[in-house]
């Protein structure tokens, strides 16, 4: 069983920050990537940033340069600061992972969790 458990959402006045947290636990072997994505109302749920177990990290052309991900191998944790706000974020953010639950590679499965709302607004 594994569980992922994000934080940090909330309302912010455009240009503001925000940090959003995202916590895996339970039975994991190892952790390939981390990352979020966003799901705004009436639209698909697309890429925000990612980070891989090496430290590479990816992000979508609407946040570079505003957002920074990162992560806490030692704490199975995932950040996203969220800088120079713009009501155009507001949505929900899901946390996802790509680990293993086991040393055999078949176990490698995506995990996500159950979103948190961020709104940008004056």
């Known amino acids: 069983q594994v569980q992922l458990v994000e934080s940090g959402g909330g309302l912010v006045q455009p240009g503001g920050s925000l940090r959003l947290s995202c916590a895996a636990s339970?039975?994991?072997?190892?952790?390939?990537?981390m990352g979020w994505y966003r799901q705004a109302p009436g639209r698909q749920r697309d890429l925000v940033a990612y980070?891989?177990?090496?430290?590479?990290?990816n992000y979508a052309d609407s946040v570079k340069g505003r957002f920074t991900i990162s992560r806490d191998n030692a704490k199975n944790t995932v950040y996203l600061q969220m800088d120079s706000l713009k009501p155009e974020d507001t949505a929900v953010y899901y946390c996802?992972?790509?680990?293993?639950?086991?040393?055999?590679?078949?176990?490698?499965?995506?995990?996500w969790g159950e979103g948190t709302q961020v709104t940008v607004s004056s």
């Open positions: 980070v891989n177990s090496g430290g590479n990290t």
């Open positions: 339970g039975s994991i072997f190892s952790i390939n990537t």
């Open positions: 996802y992972a790509v680990l293993r639950t086991t040393p055999q590679f078949a176990s490698i499965h995506a995990y």
